[in-house]
């Protein structure tokens, strides 16, 4: 079946730092990909999202880039501050069908320090 | 004010009880969906409905019910069958008229048994 793995948190960066977070899955056909962040205390959002192969989604200065050739999403952010402190999750939808349950992998915390 | 709502914040049960908790959406989304999040776990499923009068269980219904007379709703029965219902709860909605795959989550309901 589908999965989705993260590299393990916690993740502790000062203030300015570049950040990546890792995320590989496994699928078949083209998923699509999402990464999510949760603050404290609050359900989800969603930060950015890649529907095919090569695809960049960004927002609020995050990245990430579908490869497919790895089957990788990684986020990355150049310089992250103290509000960007949160657990970040990767997941993925099958692709096409009337299947849109996602799955997720299980959360990176990420703590930026002043 | 668009969006969805997850009621109450905090619920406490005693050993035993049934308790419900409440979604709703405003935002004329087919599908609803409500996850389980335990620490270092991600999300599980529960269960999702995509239209009215009709769901489906997800990887872990065993406990739980559900149901959906109303487009607006979908509110989440934990019964005295589960055995460790301590968890924060996450209600979700996606718009399939729209044929896109992003999910939207309320802030959710932390249900602790005393």
């Known amino acids: 079946g589908d999965s989705v793995t993260q590299m393990e948190g916690p993740v502790t960066l000062s203030e300015e730092a570049f950040l990546t977070i890792n995320c590989t899955y496994t699928?078949?056909?083209?998923?699509?990909l999402f990464w999510y962040v949760q603050y404290p205390g609050e359900g989800l959002q969603l930060l950015l999202k890649?529907?095919?192969?090569?695809d960049k989604g960004s927002n609020k200065g995050f990245e990430a880039t579908y490869r497919k050739e790895t089957t990788s999403f990684h986020l990355e952010k150049g310089s992250v501050q103290v509000s960007d402190s949160a657990v970040y999750f990767c997941?993925?939808?099958?692709?096409?069908?009337?299947?849109?349950?996602?799955?997720f992998g299980k959360g990176t915390l990420l703590t930026v320090n002043p | 004010d668009g969006g969805i709502t997850q009621s109450p914040k905090y619920l406490f049960r005693k050993e035993g009880q049934n308790v419900t908790l409440s979604c709703e959406q405003n935002?004329?989304?087919?599908?609803m969906y409500w996850y389980r999040q335990d620490p270092g776990q991600g999300l599980r499923l529960i269960y999702y409905?995509?239209?009215?009068?009709?769901?489906q269980k997800g990887d872990i219904a065993e406990g739980y019910s559900v149901s959906r007379e109303k487009k607006e709703s979908f509110p989440l029965t934990v019964t005295s069958a589960q055995k460790n219902p301590t968890a924060f709860y996450l209600c979700?909605?996606?718009?399939?008229?729209?044929?896109?795959?992003?999910?939207?989550f309320g802030p959710g309901t932390r249900l602790t048994v005393l």
């Open positions: 997941a993925l939808s099958p692709p096409g069908g009337s299947n849109y349950k996602l799955t």
């Open positions: 935002l004329n989304h087919d599908a």
């Open positions: 979700a909605t996606q718009d399939r008229a729209m044929s896109t795959d992003t999910q939207y």
């Open positions: 409905s995509q239209i009215v009068n009709d769901f």
């Open positions: 890649a529907t095919k192969a090569d």
């Open positions: 699928a078949t056909g083209y998923p699509s």
